[in-house]
């Protein structure tokens, strides 16, 4: 069953347990309001019927009185009213013909008793009622009894139809209300899953293939939000598969022309000892090793990725002395440095003691920033430098080369990440797998220190390495 028909379900079960529940109250809470209404209404009788009778009792002319009595006697539940003095003399007496009255639809408690007189029932001929008398002092200071006898079965029948009429209102206005909540539900469910399904859709396209595809985005609520961030997933699978291609075509040509150099020059090698010339070949067997060096190199980057990924990647962590690391990787670079015509320094202001970590994995770091430096800079200078702050042990590779474009110091880092600097005069950076940084930024961490970069595009850049002392 989907979720919007599990909603849709869980909010009709609940508004129906709403309706329940409150008509439930509706029924005890009116038939509490209607007997009070009652029992206030026939209290007022018996009061009325009571100053009636000082007044008659106080005065000969009954006349007045008997048109009262007659008034009272309109009231269909009021079967008889009296009035007795104090020798206990009735004084008028009225009978009404009691109708039986209909079954009722609710039922009702025995009637609530008033503290106002005394309220008692008894049975008369089959018809229940309901006797209220009370005591009072006439004009003359004379005791004057007022009594008044309701039929109960009518007071029940009063109140029955009453509550029939306000429970009628009552169930009119809840169906309209449930009919209205079920619709709400229906547009609520229809409105939070629309957005969803085409998510759905849009997601089962994506997950096709098609990672261009756009699920629209009709909201800035948390759906838009969703919508978004599975676009710009799409977006960033989509740049992971375009790089994932660029790097495949990229390898294949950096790792074929090294192999086409070295199968060259093993040709021209033969040809030159079939003609004797052994002078030459020295010449294509350096051509021979600088094409195994850089075959070598990217094979290495490939199988450190994918130790780093199998998480295989471990330290040999001893006491290392960062200069000597950081002079060595200097070194390294002196001849393609001078061959660039660039001056390449290394500054130490002041010494450092050593630390601890993997020498060789730290040497494969500084030596591929120092690369970098040497790599991307055309004229000027690389210098690099070693220094210390309280806790830290720093190497800053600065260098006057392309620098790196605003927005993407942040990306060097990632895997087979290359910048397009989209200049001939640096063939040198078409060469490389992207790895270096990321398989250098990930040694660091492993070390506990961090690599931060600042660049100015056209001026150059600034390397540093930061190591816990
Ligand atoms: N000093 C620098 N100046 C300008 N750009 C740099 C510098 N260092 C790195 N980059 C940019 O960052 C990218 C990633 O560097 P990284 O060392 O990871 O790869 P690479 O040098 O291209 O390849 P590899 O190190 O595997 O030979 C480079 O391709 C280059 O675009
Ligand atoms: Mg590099």
Not at 177 to 198: K, M, N
Not at 231 to 259: C, G, Q, W, Y
Not at 324 to 342: S, W
Not at 425 to 441: D, V
Request: net charge positive; hydrophobic share 40%.
């Amino acid at each position: 069953m989907s979720i919007r028909s599990k909603l849709i379900i869980f909010m009709l079960v609940l508004l129906t347990a709403v309706s329940a529940v409150m008509a439930l109250l509706f029924q005890q809470n009116e038939l509490s309001s209607i007997s009070a209404n009652s029992q206030r209404k026939n209290l007022q009788i018996l009061l009325a019927m009571s100053e009636v009778c000082k007044e008659m009792s106080a005065t000969p002319d009954k006349s007045y009185a008997y048109r009262y009595f007659k008034t009272f006697l309109k009231t269909p539940e009021i079967i008889q009213v009296s009035c007795s003095g104090p020798k206990g003399r009735v004084f008028l007496v009225d009978r009404y013909y009691s109708p039986q009255p209909a079954p009722f639809a609710y039922h009702f408690k025995t009637f609530p008793p008033s503290r106002t007189g005394i309220w008692e029932t008894r049975s008369d001929n089959g018809v229940e009622i309901l006797k209220a008398s009370l005591n009072s002092l006439n004009a003359k200071k004379q005791s004057i009894t007022a009594s008044v006898d309701f039929s109960t079965q009518l007071i029940y029948q009063e109140m029955d139809s009453s509550l029939r009429r306000s429970s009628a209102s009552f169930f009119i206005i809840l169906s309209i209300s449930f009919a209205l909540g079920c619709a709400g539900a229906l547009i609520i469910t229809r409105v939070i899953f629309a957005p969803i399904e085409s998510m759905a859709e849009g997601a089962r396209i994506i997950g096709s293939g098609r990672l261009d595809h756009k699920i629209p985005v009709t909201s800035k609520d948390e759906m838009g939000r969703l919508a978004s961030e599975l676009n710009s997933m799409a977006d960033k699978l989509k740049e992971v598969s375009d790089m994932k291609r660029d790097f495949v075509s990229s390898i294949t040509h950096d790792l074929r022309s090294p192999v086409t150099g070295i199968e060259l020059c093993s040709d021209i090698i033969r040809r030159l000892a079939e003609t004797r010339e052994y002078g030459k070949i020295p010449e294509q067997l350096v051509s021979i090793n600088e094409h195994s060096q850089r075959l070598n190199s990217y094979i290495d980057s490939l199988l450190e990725l994918s130790k780093i990924e199998s998480g295989k990647m471990t330290l040999d962590i001893k006491a290392v002395n960062l200069e000597d690391l950081a002079d060595r990787a200097v070194r390294a670079f002196k001849a393609y440095a001078a061959q660039k015509g660039l001056k390449l320094e290394f500054i130490v202001n002041q010494d450092i003691p050593d630390t601890r970590g993997d020498p060789d994995r730290l040497y494969q770091v500084l030596s591929n920033i120092v690369g970098n430096a040497v790599k991307f800079t055309n004229s000027g200078s690389v210098s690099v430098f070693i220094e210390a702050e309280p806790g830290w042990q720093k190497v800053r590779v600065c260098d006057t080369g392309i620098g790196i474009p605003e927005g993407e110091a942040g990306n060097i880092f990632g895997k087979f990440y290359r910048i397009n600097h989209g200049k001939r005069e640096y063939p040198a950076a078409r060469q490389g797998t992207g790895l270096g940084l990321f398989i250098a930024k990930f040694i660091i961490e492993q070390h506990s220190g961090r690599i931060e970069v600042e660049s100015a595009p056209g001026k150059g850049s600034v390397f540093t390495v930061f190591l816990p002392a």
